[in-house]
């Protein structure tokens, strides 16, 4: 008797398992397509122009989450520019009475902040799988890591940890990692504004050589990260002043080849700006560059 082959039912598929994954079997998945992410952190002196680099630069609608206070005109402006909702900020209040506190106490303290601000993140996060927020910012990670670290140590010293107290870093590294693993799979882009802190090398300091004053944790699930400095030329008698920006990749995971450049503004006027500059040469193999746009 002949064996007649019948077809196999199709398996009813959404159409977000569809465009995000292929089956191949036991569980396994192969990437099919993916909604671009840029993932960076932006490193530089007071005045350099990090939060314009966000505010100004960055494609929104944009979860914007101000720990440092300063950022208020940089957001006026980009308002102006760009429409009333081109930034939607989530002031974080620094609880500074915790500095003054007993350990114990300023522990206490500092829990509800952090809640709060995770509760607030995870919403930011749910609107960006809903296609409401278009990026994540944080201004800067580097109070927010203050407020980490007084959480898990009850303050700002920064001796060699020992014993329990050597937990605290191991605690502070997974807050970081959840926060990471939270914004990527809510497919929005993420810059974390940060403070630059000097390299050393073998006890001594590496001359024109930044990385963020954050954990190492950020710099390794951080996508790239770049220092922005200003540079001025001044004024002469017959020509006025003029700023020029510039932009030195100190990582560049997705294009190692990227390593080391310094990309200035006359390169990205024309471009997009600065963050969708970044985004093109990091990740080549996005065809639709608008993504990146502001």
Known sequence: MPVVKRPEPKKPQSSRAASYAVPIGEGFTTSSTKKPQSIGIIIGDGGSGKTTFVTRYCPGPIAFFNFDGRSSQAIDEARELRGEGIIQECPITFPFDSLFLSKERAMTTTKPVIMDFLKKLRTACVAAEQGLINLIAFDTGTELNDLFWIHARGDLETTKLEGERGGSKFIINRQWNTIYQMVKASGAHFIVIGRPKQKWVD??????????????????????????????????????AEVSFEIKISKAGPNITQLGRVYTSREWEDEGGPFAFISAQMYTKVRDKKVWMP
């Open 203 to 240: 006890n001594a300091p590496v001359k024109d050589s930044y990385i963020p004053y954050l954990p190492q944790v950020c710099d390794d699930l951080t996508d790239w990260t770049g220092r922005i400095a200003a540079n001025v030329v001044p004024a002469t008698r017959k020509t006025p």
